[in-house]
């Protein structure tokens, strides 16, 4: 008896202190994955496959912010790259030989996420968009964002970048420390000018901001294969909440699955419900899958091209060699030939030439 006594007691405090693991029909999400914590001291408030990874897309820009802020001043004065104008981006677009200040590109950057201004910040950190990833990556495991690697500094489709539902969170959390960052995630619309005098009127690309008073502010994202992702801050209970979506299938669900689990958070930590924690199948979509499945492709090509061109190379080289042999046997057999004066004549030639 005292030992079925002891065991129910131990149950009834696994369900206590442990987060809940539940089936995928009990409070789901649509997102393959997503995250509520608490930032105050990082308690995992929901979670559905927290270390997913998943393509970035847009949601990359809080990074490149980070960096940038740390590596230049705000009214520093940008000029615009024939590299960065061609971009593909969402509109306004920018052009070739347009002059910014660095916040007003971090603007352009947060609010509407305008890619081509995400290459402009990076070649006026690091020279290249290249050199830049190597800071944003860096940024990133300095944060403890362990599952998570970038490629670009835009976030568009490319070379090996991924993150999870997790990371993301924790990317958001240390973005709230910088006071511009905050500002401008909580910005609603906003008129920016180029040094030239172009008016560009921004719009924020999320939507809670104009739902929901608690709400800091986010970064949405999109992409064919990381589909519609979302992080976003709210206040609720004494305490900031970060909510992460990566891979949502429809739009609207964003605003609506955030504002549920921001909700859900604030019931845990008002002690109505319980945390909870739940794994699903997570296929990945057809889309996703092609596209990786072209990357491979592309890096088969690339190794049989260049070692074609290496085996071409090794052939010319022992064809150059064999040629240079004879050549030489050749010339030692005619230089035996040669009387005195026909060879000063050579090297008297071969002087002047």
Known sequence: MGR???????????????????????????????????????????????HYKQPPASTTKLV???VVLDKLPLNKVVRVSDTAAQTPTVSPRIREGEHFTVEDLLYMLLMRSINSAAVVLAEAVSGSEEEFVKLMNQKALSIDAENTRFANASGLPGGEQYITAYDLAKILKESLKYPQIREIINTKAKHIRSEEGRKIFL????????????????????????QHCFVNAGKKADTTIVVALLGENVRDNLWQDTDFLLKFGEDVLLGKTEPVMFFTNTNDSPAILAAYKKQ???????????????????????????????????????????NKNTVSIERSSFTRS
């Open 4 to 50: 079925f006594c002891f065991v129910i007691l131990l149950v009834c405090m696994v369900f206590l202190f442990v987060p809940s693991y539940v089936s995928a029909n009990a409070k789901d999400v649509s997102a393959k994955g997503a995250v509520a914590i608490d930032v105050s001291n990082d308690r995992i408030l929901y979670a559905k496959n927290p």
């Open 64 to 66: 490149t912010a980070m």
């Open 203 to 226: 719009k924020n690309t999320n939507q809670l901001l104009w739902a929901d008073e608690g709400v800091i502010g986010g970064k949405t994202g999109y992409t064919k294969a990381a």
């Open 296 to 338: 491979d492709a592309d890096k088969k090509i690339n190794k049989k091209t260049k070692k074609s061109a290496k085996s071409s190379q090794n052939k010319n080289v022992k064809k150059s060699k064999k040629t240079d042999k004879g050549s030489s046997k050749y010339l030692k057999q005619k230089q035996g030939t040669k």
